[in-house]
């Protein structure tokens, strides 16, 4: 058992997170309800794959990456930021590579010529990384929740604009998020605090931000 919690901890890890959400809503069927709106379902494959480079670069390798630098110089004690204190500068880090994202394509396809989610999604995780950063420094809180609330609440945000989406893939992600949370307790990572506050946090950031900052861009 201690080995499967650990394979999914790996699996689920907190870099891949948004990425797996936006897979998702990018290759199973959805319409959206604002016909005006770009559809994330109905991009050409070949910016489907250009938006999915871009967000695994700045999203997941480039902050992986990060952090394997700093564990070889000694600024990490384990790869796992066991200590919360080490959480708080890779915390910063994320932050800035999703706001870099964001301007990234911001600047390169203005007037929300993508899709909304687009830019929401590295928005919403610079939030979160930052109001992360900020309960971090008081107590420890786990950041595999986080991914896995964030998942579930962009899953669900993004369902309510759509006319047709498979609401089982919300039912799948709560199941994740069930798993996940278990093998981080078994693994005595985190106590049951940690584990739920951060996943009600990410969780509630994540399908508030979804919903109100199209309202913005």
């Known amino acids: 058992m201690r080995y499967v919690a650990k394979v999914i901890s790996w699996v689920f890890l ?5 990425i797996y959400g936006l897979c998702i809503t990018l290759y199973f069927p959805s319409e959206e309800i604002d016909i005006s709106r770009p559809s994330l379902y109905l991009l050409t494959e070949e910016l489907k794959s250009q938006i999915l480079f871009l967000f695994l670069v700045f999203v997941t390798i480039a902050p992986g990456i990060s952090f394997i630098l700093m564990y070889r110089r ?3 004690s384990s790869v796992e930021m066991d200590q919360r204190r080490e ?3 890779p915390l910063f880090v994320m932050f800035s590579y999703c706001i870099l994202l964001f301007f990234l394509f911001w600047k390169k396809a203005p007037n929300n010529v993508l899709p909304i989610y ?15 950063i900020a309960f971090t420094s008081k107590f420890k809180i786990s950041l595999h929740a986080a991914g ?28 994740l998020s069930g798993i996940i949370l278990s093998a981080r307790l078994f693994l005595k990572k985190h106590t049951p605090f940690e584990v739920y506050f951060g996943w009600g946090v990410a969780f509630f950031i994540t399908y508030i931000s979804t919903l109100a900052l199209p309202l913005f861009l």
């Open 14 to 18: 907190p870099l891949f997170m948004p």
């Open 74 to 76: 000694g600024l990490l």
């Open 87 to 89: 959480r708080l500068f």
């Open 118 to 132: 687009i830019y929401s999604l590295p928005l919403t995780g610079a939030i979160v990384a930052l109001i992360f």
């Open 148 to 175: 896995a609330g964030i998942l579930t609440g962009y899953l669900i945000a993004f369902s309510s604009n759509q006319i047709e989406f498979n609401n089982g893939l919300i039912i799948l992600s709560f199941l």
